[in-house]
């Protein structure tokens, strides 16, 4: 299920990707505190590109998908600091061979050395005795560029809306999807999301 909403305002999306990193920067040198907020822009300006440039590839080659994790709160409005992009697609063969394909176009190459095939063909192993739940892709000459598709999920299972971003549209799963997988991720850091999507929530109605 697919819904569509507005975000012209990418603000929101700053906030959440620089308040955690700018905490506490009146307590340090001024140098410090433009060096490192200086750092901060240059990543965030590396990873804002590379979340447009993986939505607008998987939508040219017409490979559904959607945003999870950090970058789905963030997108939401919520305070979260993240590197990597986390993402859902069906779990078909064919969507996860075009997503090799594409994120390869984009210099993503896999951490293991598995193909698709494989990883369909090995996806209950991996997740049961490996403790693998993500396919992660890198690009070896820029690092902090890192996307994961989960391989527990399945895009179909999920509800998903469609936000526009800086005139850019990106399919992310809603609010109430992500509080669910949250929820059933249980970790530390999800307990603390968990409570500032049920405030977001509370907030729209």
């Known amino acids: 299920m697919i819904k569509k909403r507005s975000f012209a305002n990418k603000s929101k999306f700053i906030i959440s990707y620089f308040t955690h990193f700018t905490a506490g920067i009146l307590t340090v040198p001024l140098w410090y505190t433009l060096f490192r907020l200086q750092l901060y822009i240059h990543v965030y300006t590396m990873l804002y590109m590379l979340l447009f440039d993986i939505t607008n590839a998987f939508s040219r080659v017409q490979l559904p998908y959607a945003i999870v994790g950090g970058y789905a709160l963030?997108?939401?409005g919520i305070i979260r600091a993240t590197v990597d992009i986390d993402l859902v697609i069906s779990l078909k063969l064919a969507d996860f061979e075009l997503a090799e394909?594409?994120?390869l176009n984009l210099s993503l190459?896999?951490?293991l050395p598995i193909r698709a095939q494989d990883l369909i063909k090995m996806r209950q192993e991996f997740i049961e005795n490996r403790?693998?739940?993500?396919w992660s892709f890198v690009?070896?000459?820029n690092p902090s560029r890192?996307?994961?598709i989960l391989i527990h999920k399945d895009l179909r299972k999920l509800k998903v809306e469609t936000l526009s971003v800086s005139?850019?549209?990106i399919q992310v799963v809603t609010l109430e999807q992500l509080l669910q997988l949250k929820t059933e991720?249980?970790?530390p850091q999800d307990l603390i999301d968990i409570q500032n999507i049920k405030e977001k929530l509370r907030e729209k109605k």
């Open 74 to 76: 963030a997108l939401h």
């Open 146 to 148: 890192q996307v994961d």
């Open 131 to 134: 403790n693998l739940l993500a």
């Open 139 to 141: 690009d070896y000459v």
């Open 101 to 103: 394909k594409t994120l």
């Open 167 to 169: 005139g850019n549209k």
């Open 185 to 187: 991720a249980g970790r």
């Open 109 to 111: 190459k896999s951490r």
